[in-house]
Every structure is written in C-alpha cells, then in structure tokens.
C-alpha cells in the first residue's frame, strides 16, 4: 500500500495562476480532507469530504475549490492564487471522521 | 472558537528528563483525542488516541497520554526524553457530532544532549 500520495511535492506559481495539487489513496476510505500548515498556527481544515460525490468547507475554504468524484482522489483547485496561500498543505484520509487520520507528505507552495 | 489549546510553542527538554505536553480541549462532551507526531519534511503520523474506555492511553515510542474530563485535558508524558523525539507535537480533536479535526498549534520539541 502507498498509503496517501500527493503531488507535486514542492511548486512555485505566480500570483493569479491556478494550479491543481493532487491526492490519492489505496486504502479505500471514506473520510478525505485538505489541511494546510503555516507557522505557529497548527493545521487548519480546508475541505473535507465523507464519501464520494460529497464535500464540504472547513475552516478556511476561501480560494480553493474541491471534488471527490472517486473514493480514491481528493484533488485540491486554487483558483486565483495568492501570496496569502503560500504554505504547506497535507491531505489525509480515514475510514470515517472519528478514526485517526493518515497524513500524505505534504505540497510545499509558494506563491510569487 | 478555539476548540483546542496547546501552551509554549518551543518546549526545551533534558535527554533523559520528562517530556509533559499539555494540551485542552474546550467541549461539555468529551470528544475524540488525538495527538500526532510531525519530523521535519514529514508529514504527521498517530502517536496514540483517546475515544472512550480506559482513560490512560498509550502509544508509540513510549509516549502516553491520561483523558481527564473534569479538567477537560488530554496531556502527553514520556518519562525519559530521547534524541529521537525531537518533532513537533500536535494535539488534536474531533468535537462529538462534528466531522471536522480540529488542530492545536503545536509543540516544537527540543532535546538537550
């Protein structure tokens, strides 16, 4: 099992640009979300999913857009980006909400 | 609102010295309990979790953690700090009826040779 797989590791973009960062899991759960990570402010939940076909915002959903067309991809859409969305973003999955996530590596983005 | 608090953002400790982490979580019903381990580049990984039955949890790498709801608390204690568990620690919690995880801001643990 891989596990949860995210690409690009590392990109660059410039502001305005929109990009797609990717998620993937073989471990076929339900639960999916997006966190990003800044400096002294913990993980914040972006978006989430508890099954295919249903989404839902957390905590700062503002400038990003998901789907959950599968059971296996949860992709990421910045929109419009910004330099406010420079930060390290993780995906994780779980068979449910209550259960203990899985982290992916992490997408480091910086926006110019 | 802030669901859930974790004091001193650097935490300095002694190798062979106690590590206690203090993490509270703000709810009338007592959640779900996580704390999750992060080495640098890494993304997080499950030290232990707490969702009902004995209140003392214990995890990986000789890390546990004691629920007490009346103090509303969910702290992390190793008797004998390693090199190794240099990282930053997350306290983490899901709010009952709630499918959201939400994060304290963290832990950066130092260990002194």
């Known amino acids: 099992n891989a596990g949860v797989t995210q690409t690009p590791k590392f990109q660059v973009l410039k502001t305005g640009q929109s990009m797609t960062l990717q998620c993937a899991q073989d471990?076929?759960?339900?639960?999916m979300s997006w966190y990003r990570q800044d400096p002294g402010m913990g993980l914040r939940l972006i978006h989430y999913?508890?099954?295919?076909?249903?989404?839902d915002q957390g905590e700062v959903p503002n400038g990003y857009n998901v789907s959950r067309s599968t059971t296996e991809d949860f992709p990421l859409r910045l929109l419009s980006a910004a330099p406010s969305q420079t930060s390290v973003y993780f995906c994780a999955s779980s068979y449910s909400s209550e259960q203990p996530q899985h982290f992916g590596d992490g997408t480091r983005l910086s926006i110019l | 609102a802030q669901s859930v608090t974790q004091l001193g953002s650097h935490v300095s400790v002694s190798e062979g010295a106690l590590v206690l982490l203090r993490c509270n979580y703000s709810s009338s019903v007592p959640p779900y309990l996580f704390w999750y381990v992060q080495y640098p580049n890494q993304g997080l990984q499950l030290l232990l979790k707490?969702?009902?039955?004995?209140?003392l949890v214990k995890g990986i790498n000789g890390f546990e953690a004691e629920f007490k709801k009346s103090e509303t608390s969910f702290h992390l204690t190793k008797p004998s700090a390693h090199m190794s568990d240099a990282a930053e620690y997350f306290c983490?919690?899901?709010?009952?009826?709630?499918?959201?995880?939400?994060f304290g801001k963290g832990n950066q643990v130092v260990v002194i040779p």
């Open positions: 707490y969702t009902t039955g004995a209140t």
């Open positions: 999913s508890v099954g295919a076909g249903i989404t």
């Open positions: 471990m076929n759960h339900e639960y």
């Open positions: 983490a919690v899901i709010l009952y009826g709630n499918n959201r995880l939400a």
